[in-house]
Nanobody, 128 residues
Framework: QVQLVESGGGLVQAGGSLRLSCVAS????????MAWFRQAPGKEREFVSF????????YYTDSVKGRFTISRDNAKNTVYLQMNSLKSEDTAVYYC?????????????????????WGQGTQVTVSS
């Protein structure tokens, strides 16, 4: 099992930047693929970004490509989401999630049901 704790959210003006962090407990962090999801009020939880076990494979939803960067430090049991050029539509609660998965990317990994472990979320609010 793994416990996930996100941090780094806050209030930022449009065009600004934030870096989210997600620290995982346990000694097998490198065996998990990681993802970030977000959920705005009244909307379903949506996929934002994915990173594989080693950090060599990443994937982004179209709306954040070129603005967000996912990375991980397996020595620190941490996954990051660097968010630049933030827009008001990025406002949401951001969640990190973990799954034990073979390797690489699969389109099914955009679905929340593929992830067994979730953090509590961190609020990101972008003012226009």
């Amino acid at each position: 099992q793994v416990q996930l704790v996100e941090s780094g959210g806050g209030l930022v003006q449009a065009g600004g930047s934030l870096r989210l962090s997600c620290v995982a407990s346990g000694r097998t962090f490198s065996s998990y693929v990681m993802a970030w999801f977000r959920q705005a009020p009244g909307k379903e939880r949506e996929f934002v970004s994915f990173i594989d076990n080693s950090g060599g494979i990443t994937y982004y939803t179209d709306s954040v490509k070129g603005r967000f960067t996912i990375s991980r430090d397996n020595a620190k049991n941490t996954v990051y989401l660097q968010m630049n050029s933030l827009k008001s539509e990025d406002t949401a609660v951001y969640y990190c999630a973990a799954a034990q998965y073979g390797s690489g990317w699969n389109p099914s990994l955009v679905a929340p049901r593929e992830y067994a472990y979730w953090g509590q979320g961190t609020q990101v609010t972008v003012s226009s």
